[in-house]
């Protein structure tokens, strides 16, 4: 499977800030994902992100809060943007196969204070 | 709406024993399933991945499939205190949703020593 890199692994924000997490493949991929874990839950998909378009959100997301860029099939970004403490939460990248398996980053572990 | 639903647990099982985890799904049109393993503070890793009605077996795990029923099941045998861990269940989001999973909210299982 791909090596997925998440930068940063963890941070501490403030009320207001955005904050930028790159996700990093080692290998050409076709479907890339975010997805959001908040403490205690489960995984929730945030939005598919397209390779030179724009991304396709679930519902209850929304790009003004969540832009995300794919310039390539290597790489992608979610931004966080105008925090509050309900986005404390865990975001990971991941990549699925032609076969629907689904492999994730480390994760960004994101406080909002 | 779309729904994978878990026992949250706490399963505790003693170590040598089998470990039994269940999962129901609402979306017929699912065709995939799929078994993660999260430790706490990681990122979800898959374990494995059942199709076809029926029993797949992989080392100490079996994952048990029945589309009647709409039920998923996931046994591991000879269970070891390093099995200590959340497993999340999750479905393919139905047809043309290619790699979108929607993921249970998790059983939490402790094997004791």
């Known amino acids: 499977s791909a090596v997925i890199s998440q930068k940063p692994s963890r941070d501490i924000c403030q009320r207001g800030t955005s904050l930028t997490i790159q996700c990093q493949v080692d290998s050409q991929v076709t479907m890339m994902f975010w997805y959001r874990q908040q403490p205690g839950q489960s995984l929730t998909l945030i939005a598919t992100a397209n390779q030179g378009s724009e991304a396709t959100y679930e519902s209850g997301f929304v790009i003004d809060k969540f832009p995300i860029s794919r310039p390539n099939l290597t790489f992608s970004t979610l931004t966080v943007s105008n925090m509050s403490p309900e986005d404390s939460s865990i975001y990971l990248c991941?990549?699925?196969?032609?076969?629907?398996?689904?492999?994730f980053g480390e994760g960004s572990r994101l406080t909002v204070l | 709406q779309k729904e994978v639903e878990q026992n949250s647990g706490p399963l505790s099982v003693p170590e040598g024993a089998i470990a039994s985890l269940n999962c129901t799904y609402s979306d017929r049109g699912s065709q995939s399933f799929f078994w993660y393993r999260q430790y706490s503070g990681k990122s979800p890793e898959l374990i494995m991945f059942?199709?076809?009605?029926g029993d797949k077996e992989d080392g100490r795990f079996t994952a048990q499939l029945n589309k009647a029923s709409q039920y998923v099941s996931l046994l591991i045998r000879d269970s070891q205190p390093s099995d200590s861990a959340t497993y999340l269940c999750a479905a393919e989001g139905g047809y043309n949703q290619g790699g979108k999973l929607i993921f249970g909210q998790g059983t939490e299982l402790s094997v004791k020593p």
């Open positions: 059942i199709y076809s009605n």
């Open positions: 991941s990549v699925g196969t032609v076969s629907g398996e689904l492999f």
